[in-house]
């Protein structure tokens, strides 16, 4: 069982930035994939960006340029820097891990973007 723990989020005005955390109790190295989603209010959850195990990143047409996913093997923690936010990012944003066949989800964190 892999626990993932996000942190971070708040309220943000537009243009503003943001850095969320999602630190796992398992190595991330183990791991497939780790991701980031979001889900808006009313809307289905979506792709934000993605790092493989071999480090290469994956956005969402959306948030390239302004998003940037990386990660600390030290600290097994997942970051997503997000700059130029727009009240369209607001949203809950989820840390994901894939190990194995599983895929294992965070409880999520509320970012708004509001003047």
């Known amino acids: 069982q892999v626990q993932l723990v996000e942190s971070g989020g708040g309220l943000v005005q537009p243009g503003g930035s943001l850095r969320l955390s999602c630190e796992a109790s398992?190595?991330?190295?183990?791991?497939?994939?780790m991701g980031w989603y979001r889900q808006a209010r009313g809307k289905q959850r979506e792709l934000v960006a993605t790092?493989?195990?071999?480090?290469?990143?994956n956005y969402a047409d959306s948030v390239k340029g302004r998003f940037t996913i990386s990660r600390d093997g030290a600290k097994n923690t997942v970051y997503l820097q997000m700059h130029s936010l727009q009240p369209e990012n607001t949203a809950v944003y989820y840390c994901?891990?894939?190990?194995?066949?599983?895929?294992?989800w965070g409880q999520g964190t509320q970012v708004t973007v509001s003047s």
């Open positions: 790092i493989s195990r071999s480090s290469r990143t």
């Open positions: 398992g190595s991330i190295f183990s791991s497939n994939a």
């Open positions: 994901s891990a894939g190990y194995g066949s599983i895929l294992y």
